[in-house]
């Protein structure tokens, strides 16, 4: 009676998933009087770290196969870019014994934003997609210009291939950042600005790339000028070192031309800006009419000297912030999570705090963006700390940027090498699967 059933229960079953258009579902089978199911059928899987990515910088791609035949798998890796009508092969490699694989930048570098899957034993896993953001740069020829005089700005965008777009040059203010220029990308990404600024100041200058269905927006680091007046007067003064870091000395010097210049008075004077100065110090000068000064700036500082009748042109010098950098280790495995902390002094909290990874460039970017957290009891300088995935064997180099503001330049701290050992793919994929 069961075994007659049995059939007509499996008979109606298909006749349904005929009219449906659905598969059947094989019908457990008895064994023993126990209830038992065929074999699960393979399955992939797939994660992706970092999303969003940047331009230029690793990432890994990791998952499983399980199921049947699921050791050594040859898994591929597809990709469709934006505007690509479908999708194409990328890279090729067998799983482990476990059935898990990674695919590090070395074989996949990830440019652009981009619909990614992967495939082995005729079924594939679910697409992931990966945006990228553009790597900008942005420099001068020299971060000393001339109170008038045309400055030329110059920097890059990749990947290439965003010809004709447009890139704007930014400008710090007290309410944020202004655009004060547009300039189009060459066909190797590059472009160039040329402004002009006056009187005696720092500047915080920035490019912005706007971003396409190709790569999302970004912007460069912070570029900090001074803006100087030339030295056209009988009393002339040198700032040095300049910018400086806070807790450095700054050496003030000069001399008095024409006759009768020796042992007179010279006065210094300092504040936030040329506008604001106040008597600060006094020196003598020598035979010659040279005099000089020792400071300690604690923030960005204007210094004028008066001698007499005459008086120098105003001097800004920059002041950085003190940065410092440590890592819950320098060696650990590919795949695993980095704690990397740190302070800042000489700003405060909100101020924004970058982490930048050394790429194949020699250029550092930014990898992870933040804010500093108020100052903890007893510590001289505001905190901040970041949880990054290393993505790349060998040895990296790490650093931390931290935005300026009103009263201070931007700074990083000296560069801290992690070495990111090999790892068994099972374990790499583990750790992204929980990322």
Not at 186 to 191: M, N, R, V, Y
Not at 239 to 248: F, H, K, T, V, W
Not at 302 to 308: E, F, L, P
Request: with cysteine.
């Amino acid at each position: 009676m069961w075994s007659k059933m049995s059939r007509l229960t499996c008979t109606i079953i298909g006749l349904l998933a005929a009219a449906t258009g659905v598969a059947a579902t094989a019908a457990p089978a008895l064994a023993g009087g126990r209830v038992t199911r065929a074999p699960a059928g393979p399955a992939i899987g797939l994660s992706v770290y970092p999303n969003p990515g940047l331009a230029s910088e690793p990432a890994l791609l990791a998952g499983r196969v399980t199921g049947p035949g699921a050791a050594d798998a040859t898994v591929t890796l597809w990709q469709r870019v934006a505007g690509a009508t479908r999708a194409t092969q990328v890279a090729q490699l067998n799983a482990d014994s476990t059935g898990a694989f990674v695919f590090t930048r070395a074989q996949v570098p990830l440019d652009q934003t981009a619909s990614l899957y992967t495939a082995a034993l005729s079924v594939r896993s679910r697409t992931v997609r990966e945006q990228v953001q553009a790597s900008v740069t942005l420099s001068a020829a020299s971060t000393v210009v001339a109170s008038g005089s045309a400055v030329s700005l110059s920097g890059q965008v990749l990947p290439t291939g965003h010809t004709g777009e447009p890139v704007l040059l930014q400008q710090r203010s007290a309410s944020g950042w202004t655009t004060i220029g547009r300039a189009t990308l060459a066909a190797d990404g590059s472009f160039s600005f040329t402004t002009t600024f006056n009187g005696v100041q720092t500047v915080t200058l920035r490019a912005q790339y706007t971003g396409d269905a190709r790569n999302l927006a970004n912007t460069s680091d912070p570029l900090d000028l001074l803006v100087q007046s030339s030295q056209s007067r009988s009393v002339a003064l040198v700032a040095s070192p300049n910018p400086l870091i806070i807790g450095q000395s700054l050496a003030l010097s000069g001399t008095l031309s024409g006759s009768g210049s020796s042992g007179l008075a010279v006065s210094l004077l300092a504040g936030p800006d040329s506008a604001d100065v106040q008597p600060a110090a006094t020196a003598v000068t020598d035979g010659n009419g040279n005099f000089s000064f020792l400071e300690l700036p604690s923030a960005n500082t204007v210094y004028r000297v008066s001698a007499g009748s005459g008086s120098s042109v105003p001097v800004v010098v920059g002041v950085q912030a003190t940065v410092t950098l440590d890592a819950s280790t320098l060696s650990a495995p590919l795949g695993t999570s980095q704690s990397v902390r740190g302070t800042v002094t000489g700003s405060g909290s909100g101020t924004g705090v970058a982490m930048q990874l050394l790429g194949s460039d020699g250029v550092f970017h930014t990898i992870a963006r933040g804010h500093l957290a108020a100052p903890a009891a007893g510590s001289l300088g505001a905190g901040f700390s970041f949880t990054v995935t290393l993505t790349d064997p060998g040895s990296q180099a790490y650093r931390v940027l931290a935005g300026g503001d009103s009263t201070h330049e931007s700074s990083v701290s000296a560069p801290l090498t992690v070495v990111v050992s090999p790892r068994a793919a099972s374990l790499v994929a583990a750790a992204l699967a929980q990322a």
